[in-house]
């Protein structure tokens, strides 16, 4: 038993030693596996104390009432607070693995190299996440329009993306930068109501009186309209003299659940439309053409099947 415990003994000493052995020094630091692991427990832990803490400071924010914008200025002030661990806990453990961080040069240095080698677009994300939390330009829940096509909700503000999550509850990664370097449409930066236009025509012919009359009634209809607000009524305007119809246009505020599913909205009023224009009796028109002959001659030569067609036995033959 005294020989096994001995081993043991032995065997533990041997692995710490092992352990122990410097790979390399950083100024006055050795650098051996023990001293590693301790990094990465201390980037561990200040991985999830920030997660932790940011979470913990959203549930005590949501038990009292606030507002749309209230919310979102706790996501951002959150958001900041988690990388600011992130940040605190890393130079830690620098500093706990012998780097001088009184050293600004050398930090300086390290990150100009680490952004030559590949890591401007990192950076860039980063810089821009920060910025577009800070400014509140771009707050989760709002409903956004990019220029490379993307439409969708703002869900989540990341560190190096934001997730924007479509009607069809597709979850799209952008990178941040492009929210700062591209054109974006914010739907619901500011305002709860927006206005739509909604493009329909009717046969020549029709009272534009009752076609505005049918389409107001079409727009009651439709829940989420502004109908009683001064300054924001619904309207109807006649926009063109088309080839086949007059073209109107519906001019409606609608609400904030109308506003960020524009392609729904604008199903739900064309189908609405067309069933008060239809219960009206007007005609929704078809594409046509008039055709017009002028009077005049028009020769007409048939060669050899002219002589075919008066050999055929029944076909008159002229004089």
């Known amino acids: 038993m005294e020989n096994v415990d001995k081993l043991t003994?032995?065997?533990?000493?041997?692995?710490w030693q092992w352990a122990t052995?410097?790979?390399?020094?950083i100024g006055s630091t050795d650098i051996h596996l023990v001293r590693l692991s301790g990094l990465c427990f201390i980037l561990f832990f200040a991985w999830w104390f920030s997660t932790l803490l940011e979470r913990g400071l959203r549930n005590v924010a949501a038990r009292g009432k606030g507002t749309h914008m209230n919310s979102s200025g706790v996501y951002a002030f959150t958001r900041i607070i988690r990388y600011a661990v992130w940040i605190i806990g890393t130079l830690v453990g620098l500093k706990y693995l012998g780097l001088d961080l009184t050293n600004i040069a050398l930090i300086g240095g390290a990150v100009g190299v680490g952004i030559g080698f590949g890591l401007q677009n990192i950076f860039s994300n980063f810089i821009s996440g920060l910025i577009l939390l800070l400014e509140k330009t771009l707050k989760v829940g709002d409903f956004v329009d990019l220029q490379s096509g993307v439409m969708g909700r703002v869900t989540e503000i990341g560190m190096r993306?934001?997730?924007?999550?479509?009607?069809?509850?597709?979850?799209?990664?952008?990178?941040?930068?492009?929210?700062?370097?591209?054109?974006?449409?914010?739907?619901?930066?500011?305002e709860k109501y927006r206005r739509i236009h909604v493009p329909f025509g009717v046969a020549y012919g029709v009272d534009k009186h009752a076609v505005k009359a049918a389409v107001l009634r079409a727009v009651d209809a439709v829940p989420g309209c502004i109908t009683q607000e001064v300054g924001r009524k619904p309207d109807v305007w006649l926009t063109n003299f088309g080839e086949s119809s007059l073209d109107f246009e519906l001019v409606v505020w609608v609400e904030h659940d109308l506003m960020v599913s524009p392609g729904a909205t604008h199903a739900r009023f064309m189908w609405a439309i067309e069933d008060e224009l239809r219960a009206a009796s007007i005609e929704i028109?078809?594409?046509?053409?008039?055709?017009?002959?002028?009077?005049g001659s028009l020769r007409l030569d048939l060669g050899d099947d002219a002589a075919r067609l008066r050999a055929m036995p029944g076909i008159p033959k002229p004089d």
């Open 21 to 25: 052995t410097p790979w390399f020094q």
């Open 9 to 15: 003994e032995n065997l533990l000493q041997l692995l």
């Open 161 to 190: 993306y934001t997730r924007i999550t479509t009607n069809d509850l597709v979850d799209i990664i952008v990178p941040n930068s492009e929210f700062i370097n591209g054109r974006v449409t914010n739907w619901s930066f500011n």
């Open 285 to 295: 028109p078809f594409p046509q053409r008039d055709l017009h002959l002028r009077s």
